[in-house]
């Protein structure tokens, strides 16, 4: 059977059909990607503020607010006081508060004093200490700290009433602290950076480093590596990106993205018999990541591009091309220019490229005709040829 005879509904059957998109879903999908960008910029921005509330922010506040803790502890041991059952209760401590031993005496006084009345709260409230484990603490103390918060997360011991008292003495809230508690860090860092950068202070450094931490078994592997990283993000040399160039990788006629980042290794240079430069191939999506291989200079090409636009590129899988580089009729005419005059100079010269004339095989084969076949004179008999010798006459 001919492929001719083959109904057409069999021959349309086999090939696929293509679904197109509705207009429903071509808005959803453009709503979402204009919807995307910033709520993932927003989810980043509150992660990396969560890492630094959670690791720098909060370590630092705790500090200072024990720093102040520790220097304002008015507590004495328990074994000091001793507990009276005859005095009135007092707020949120009820009747669960001790006297000083040395305040008896006084205590007799106010009672004999106030008669059959009783004794005021208020001539009791300076005597009184509230018991926290084996240490106590004044009353007035933990009922400020009572006042502002609740009663389940109040502190179980001294150190930590007087670390939450700091919060509302010194400072008017805990985000005035934790502000402090960061130029505190940012000053003490700066000094840090001022003493280590001292020729004492770095041999201080490093001996604590050879001496201390590289003679750990499980802390001089993990310290060196997180050493290595950290010394290449914060050291004062920077990795130049400012050169952006095109190699052929991985074979020859595909043409790769590059970051020129310096020169190359001496014996790699002497081996090769030319000047090799180091460049970073990116990979795509992640332009951070990538490839470092040494290139020839005589090999690399430069491009008219920017940092900006060709990390826009890599992420974009070569979707975002620069303006100034995509292939349009017009900057090809005029970059083919250059190349043939050899004179970058010459920015606004344009080559007319003149589209092929179409031939058919009708005037080609007339053509051929045209300038094969030899001219015939009036008779219809062949000229002879000026080379050819005349015939003899018989």
């Keep these: 059977m001919d492929a001719s005879t083959t109904p057409p509904d069999k021959e349309t059957a086999q090939k696929p059909v293509k679904k197109k998109i509705g207009r429903n879903h071509r808005f959803f999908l453009r709503g979402l990607a204009i919807s995307l ?3 993932l910029t927003l989810v980043i921005v509150i992660w990396v503020a969560g890492i630094v509330n959670d690791y720098i922010i909060t370590p630092t506040t705790t500090t200072v607010r024990y720093c102040i803790a520790y220097f304002t502890d008015d507590s004495r041991p328990r074994d000091q006081f001793v507990e009276l059952e005859n005095l009135p209760p007092l707020e949120y401590c009820r009747k669960d508060y001790l006297i000083g031993k040395a305040d008896l005496d006084k205590i007799d006084g106010i009672e004999q004093s106030a008669g059959p ?9 300076p005597y009184a200490w509230v018991p926290f484990g084996d240490r106590a603490v004044p009353y007035v103390d933990y009922r400020e700290v009572a006042k502002r918060i609740r009663a389940s997360d109040m502190p179980t011991t001294a150190m ?5 008292l700091a919060t509302t003495r010194w400072f008017k809230s805990l985000f005035h602290l934790s502000a402090v508690a960061v130029a505190l860090t940012v000053v003490a860092l700066y000094f840090l950076g001022r003493f280590v950068t001292a020729r004492i202070g770095a041999w201080m450094v490093f001996k604590f480093e ?5 003679r750990l078994p499980v802390v001089s592997n993990v310290y060196s590596s997180v050493k290595q990283v950290t010394d290449f993000f914060f050291s004062e040399r920077t990795v130049d990106y400012s050169r952006v160039v095109a190699i052929e990788y991985p074979r020859r006629g595909i043409w790769s993205l590059g970051f020129v980042t310096g020169d190359s290794m001496l014996e790699m240079t002497v081996t090769a018999g030319e000047p090799l430069v180091a460049i970073l191939v990116p990979t795509s999506p992640m332009p951070v990541t990538g490839y470092t291989m040494s290139v020839p200079k005589s090999e690399i090409v430069d491009l008219n591009l920017t940092v900006d636009q060709a990390f826009q590129f890599c992420l974009s899988c070569g979707v975002l091309v620069p303006p100034q580089q995509r292939v349009t009729d017009e900057l090809l005419r005029e970059e083919l220019g250059k190349r043939l005059l050899g004179d970058r100079k010459l920015a606004g010269f344009k080559v007319q490229i003149a589209p092929p004339i179409p031939t058919t095989q009708t005037s080609t084969i007339e053509s051929q005709h045209t300038t094969t076949d030899e001219p015939t004179d009036s008779n219809g008999s062949e000229p002879e040829s000026p080379n050819q010798p005349p015939e003899d006459s018989k």
């Design 117 to 125: 009345r009783g004794v005021s709260r208020n001539k009791i409230i």
């Design 37 to 39: 960008p910033p709520i």
């Design 160 to 164: 930590g009433l007087y670390m939450e």
């Design 210 to 214: 050879q001496n201390v931490l590289a």
